[in-house]
Nanobody, 127 residues
């Protein structure tokens, strides 16, 4: 049985940092595509960052608005997906979700690719 559980959300001031974690049980990371998505009130869900394997290489992808500020990574030994978020600004305020799809290669920000989702963790950035 697969399960995704996010943690690490909170409230920070603009310019601050947070690291989100997603405990991912039941997955073999080498054949699982994983991603972080976010949704602000009244807005559509947005793909933020994704990670996957292509052969022996790791592929990552970011939405333009977070490039250079956010870093996605994963630790297969700890069965955990991470999102390091630096230089946060109020526009990053949202509920953040981790997502996964087994038997998948590469990285994609297309939410339709993923069939497993966590419950979400709130990130609030004040001016």
């Amino acid at each position: 049985q697969v399960q995704l559980v996010e943690s690490g959300g909170g409230s920070v001031q603009s310019g601050g940092s947070l690291r989100l974690s997603c405990a991912a049980s039941g997955y073999i990371f080498s054949d699982t595509c994983m991603g972080w998505f976010r949704q602000a009130p009244g807005q559509e869900r947005e793909g933020v960052a994704s990670i996957g394997s292509v052969g022996s290489e790791t592929s990552t992808r970011y939405v333009e608005s977070v490039k250079g500020r956010f870093t996605i990574s994963r630790d297969s030994a700890k069965s955990t997906l991470y999102l390091q978020m630096n230089s946060l600004n109020p526009e990053d305020t949202a509920t953040y979700y981790c997502a996964a799809r087994r038997f998948c290669s590469g990285s994609t920000l297309d939410s339709g690719t993923y069939n497993d989702w966590g419950q979400g963790t709130q990130v609030t950035v004040s001016p």
